[in-house]
T-cell receptor
Framework: DQQVKQNSPSLSVQEGRISILNCDYT??????FLWYKKYPAEGPTFLIS?????DKNEDGRFTVFLNKSAKHLSLHIVPSQPGDSAVYFC???????????FGTGTSLTVIP | GAGVSQSPRYKVAKRGQDVALRCDPI?????LFWYQQALGQGPEFLTY????????KSGLPSDRFFAERPEGSVSTLKIQRTQQEDSAVYLC?????????FGPGTRLTVL
């Protein structure tokens, strides 16, 4: 059963506009959430994370929002750049676990 | 090296053949993870090592899958009698924190 879901397999955005990638989860015990970015033929690379005790974390153009009551998190990229084109995975972790639970990914294309 | 490396990058195997996939983690990283990523899916957990101890192998799909890390650094994922459903990218990650650093993966294709 998929505990972390990304319901949009793809997203296209014009350069300079905002990209919003969404992620839903089912396990209220998740303690830590992360976004990874993946280019073709490369492994996922860490982008940004958020602890369950926070509702927002910002790092440059990237902001992650967490809505625990809705079991939803989102990644905002502003402004979007062509180099942001990649597959984005959200992942969640339990406090006393060692597994990451990944979503299925959203392929972002930023159009110049 | 600076990052996690995996070899081979690509492997084509005939059904029934045994394969061995290697992972070189970041030096000093205690934790090592293996993931399987099927086409169009997110990575799925296979197994976890802390140093040389395999603490969790609950994600291994069958007893044909075996992983080891005998000296607490390099790890090998072995798949015996490969089947077509084993075709996937196998990712290795290492960490010394909540963050995991992934290797580029080995793309296994079983014909």
């Amino acid at each position: 059963d998929q505990q972390v879901k990304q319901n949009s397999p793809s997203l296209s955005v014009q350069e300079g506009r905002i990209s919003i990638l969404n992620c839903d989860y089912t396990n209220s015990m998740f303690d830590y959430f992360l976004w990874y970015k993946k280019y073709p033929a490369e492994g996922p690379t860490f982008l940004i994370s958020i602890s369950s005790i926070k509702d927002k974390n910002e790092d440059g153009r990237f902001t992650v929002f967490l809505n625990k009551s809705a079991k939803h998190l989102s990644l905002h990229i502003v402004p979007s750049q062509p180099g942001d084109s990649a597959v984005y995975f959200c992942a969640a972790e339990l406090e006393f676990g060692n597994q990451f639970y990944f979503g299925t990914g959203t392929s972002l294309t930023v159009i110049p | 090296g600076a990052g996690v490396s995996q070899s081979p990058r690509y492997k084509v195997a005939k059904r029934g053949q045994d394969v061995a996939l290697r992972c070189d983690p970041i030096s000093g990283h205690v934790s090592l993870f293996w993931y399987q990523q099927a086409l169009g899916q997110g990575p799925e957990f296979l197994t976890y090592f802390q140093n040389e101890a395999q603490l969790d192998k609950s994600g291994l799909p069958s007893d044909r899958f075996f992983a080891e890390r005998p000296e607490g650094s390099v790890s090998t994922l072995k798949i015996q009698r490969t089947q077509q459903e084993d075709s996937a990218v196998y990712l290795c990650a290492s960490s010394s924190s909540p963050l995991r650093f992934f290797g580029p993966g080995t793309r296994l294709t079983v014909l």
